[in-house]
């Protein structure tokens, strides 16, 4: 639900869930074995579990900042 | 034909649905070809859904014939859901997407998120908004789940 609140909140960004039983090789590629498992930029940031609002953002930011490298 | 509802969870539904405030639209796109295991149950489920709500409404298109519109809306996968505002003959994209069935779990995010989407409020804290707000960049969720 965080990610769909944050894609209602702003035009950048898209929140897509994602069935792993139905879309199996997708779930492979990011290596989904618990879920939830929010996987950020294609990639480039994860959360495994229901992660609180703030840890959400932390993850994002950490993400965001690693992909200017 | 048997329904996917049964009547206890259509009132259910119906209940929740009541505190939609503006109107929403459904997109489903589809496949007709043998890989899209669970798009006639998708359908029929949205199909169902749909009438619970006069502020609800539905779009079904098949993601081949209908590919620019796919494309418009970053659909590339089937069954594929866009949850989206509808503000008169306009649509609103939210970036809002599911792909594959809603089912268990995920049927209840489902009616969570149409009220969401009609309140036009994500409902985030002031921390998080302001965060957002700094994007500069396109930021894409992807959440797997399972419909266990």
């Not at chain 2, 899209?36 to 779009?59: D, F, G, H, W």
Request: hydrophobic share 40%; proline share 4%.
């Amino acid at each position: 639900m965080l990610a769909t609140q944050m894609a209602l909140e702003s035009e950048w960004v898209q929140a897509e869930t994602v069935q792993a039983s139905e879309f199996p090789e997708l779930a492979e590629q990011y290596g989904v074995s618990g879920v939830p498992h929010t996987s950020i930029n294609f990639g480039a940031g994860e959360m495994i579990g229901a992660a609180p609002e703030a840890m959400l953002v932390d993850e994002i930011r950490r993400a965001l900042a690693n992909e200017q490298k | 034909m048997a329904k996917m509802l049964n009547q206890g969870i259509e009132q259910q539904v119906r209940q929740v649905l009541n505190e939609m405030v503006e109107p929403v639209e459904i997109l489903l796109f589809t496949s007709a070809s043998e890989n899209c295991e669970y798009c006639e149950q998708t359908r029929e489920l949205l199909e169902e859904i749909v009438p619970l709500s006069a502020k609800l409404s539905l779009q079904v298109h098949d993601i081949s014939a209908a590919a620019e519109l796919a494309e418009q809306y970053h659909v590339d996968k089937t069954p594929g859901i866009v949850l989206a505002g509808r503000q008169g003959s306009q649509t609103i994209d939210y970036g809002i997407r599911i792909a594959g069935i809603p089912a268990g779990h995920e049927f209840t995010s489902l009616i969570h998120s149409l009220v969401l989407v009609s309140r036009r409020a994500s409902g985030l804290s002031e921390a998080t908004r302001g965060y957002l707000k700094t994007l500069q960049k396109p930021l894409h969720l992807q959440v797997f789940v399972t419909p266990t």
